[in-house]
Each structure stands twice: as structure tokens, then as C-alpha cells.
């Protein structure tokens, strides 16, 4: 079994910054691509940014130039900077970590985080 945990999210204005954390724990053997999704209500759940086990990395349109994502291998641990937040990033952000085991994959979720951008 493996658990993902969240955490960093919160309030911030317009233009601020956060940063989430996100770590895989348990009976790992190997984690590879991890990812961050968010949902706002009434909305589809989308990817944000996703990074593979070497290091490449792809983002939403609407994230592109803000928002950095980054790992921390040693650590199972993958982190989403997010500068100049708008007030549409507000969603409950969840991480995925995808976990490798005899030749299969499994994709593990997070329980979420929120984030509000808002005066």
C-alpha cells in the first residue's frame, strides 16, 4: 500500500504565491510519473502539471509561466510553485503519484488540498 499526502494549500490574494508539497509513502517500490490535478466546483477535474521519474515536464495552457513543478526523488516527493494566482486557480488540488510494481502501474491519489485566491 502506498499513501500520497498534501500539503501547502491555503488563502492568498491575487499575485501571490504558494507552494504544494506532496509526498509517497508505504511499501514503495518504485514511484514514477507524478502529477497535480485540480476541480473547481462545477467544473472538470484537469491536469495541471505532471513530471516523469526523469525529470520532464508538462503544464496546462493556463498555468504556463506561472506555476513550476519539481521532484524530489530521494524524498518521493513532488512540489507545484505557484506565482501571480489568480483568483480562477481556486480548486482543491490533488497529487497523483504513479507507482511501479512488477511490471504494473497504479495511480495513487492524494486527498487534496485547497487553494483560494480571493480579497
Known amino acids: 500500500q502506498v499513501q500520497v499526502v498534501e500539503s501547502g494549500g491555503g488563502l492568498v490574494q491575487p499575485g501571490g504565491s504558494l507552494r504544494l508539497s506532496c509526498t509517497a509513502s508505504?511499501?514503495?517500490?518504485?514511484?514514477?510519473?507524478m502529477g497535480w490535478y485540480r476541480q473547481a466546483p462545477g467544473k472538470q477535474r484537469e491536469l495541471v502539471a505532471v513530471i516523469t521519474n526523469r525529470g520532464s515536464t508538462n503544464y496546462a495552457d493556463s498555468v504556463k509561466g506561472r506555476f513550476t513543478i519539481s521532484r524530489d526523488n530521494a524524498k518521493n516527493t513532488v512540489y507545484l510553485q505557484m506565482n501571480s494566482l489568480k483568483p480562477e486557480d481556486t480548486a482543491v488540488y490533488c497529487c497523483?503519484?504513479?507507482?511501479?510494481?512488477?511490471?504494473?502501474?497504479?495511480?495513487?491519489w492524494g486527498q487534496g488540498t485547497q487553494v483560494t485566491v480571493s480579497l
Open positions: 508505504g511499501r514503495i517500490f518504485s514511484i514514477r510519473d
Open positions: 497523483s503519484a504513479d507507482h511501479l510494481k512488477f511490471s504494473d502501474t497504479y495511480r495513487y
